[in-house]
């Protein structure tokens, strides 16, 4: 099994920076570089949107049209962690931000994909 913990969500302004951070429990350190972590996110009255995904062994990653060149991935093998930098922040990137693992490195956009997700951290961002 796995579990995943998000941290770091609050609140900033528009133009803003935040970085989540999500902590990955593994039940064998021998299968988790098989896997893929994702982020997705969920507004008020929408459905979850992928946002941004990565390869655990090889660091391949994926972003959502609307966070390139803003948001970054990244992972720390010695920590377990996987975080999410989020730059230049806009309004609409309000939402409760979810991490998101599966067992296989494909990087799916689709969060049925995905078999373990953490509790969510809310991130606000005013204009």
């Known amino acids: 099994q796995v579990q995943l913990v998000e941290s770091g969500g609050g609140l900033v302004q528009a133009g803003g920076s935040l970085r989540l951070s999500c902590a990955a429990s593994?039940?064998?350190?021998?299968?988790?570089?098989?896997?893929?972590m994702a982020w997705f996110r969920q507004a008020p009255g929408k459905d979850r949107e992928f946002v941004a995904a990565?390869?655990?062994?090889?660091?391949?990653?994926r972003y959502a049209d609307s966070v390139k060149g803003r948001f970054t991935i990244s992972r720390d093998n010695a920590k377990n962690t996987v975080d999410l930098q989020m730059n230049s922040l806009k309004p609409e990137d309000t939402a409760v931000y979810y991490c998101?693992?599966?067992?296989?490195?494909?990087?799916?956009?689709?969060?049925?994909?995905?078999?373990?997700w953490g509790q969510g951290t809310q991130v606000t961002v005013s204009s």
């Open positions: 990565m390869s655990w062994s090889v660091g391949h990653t």
């Open positions: 998101a693992a599966k067992a296989t490195i494909g990087l799916l956009t689709t969060a049925t994909a995905y078999a373990y």
């Open positions: 593994f039940f064998s350190v021998h299968t988790f570089s098989n896997y893929a």
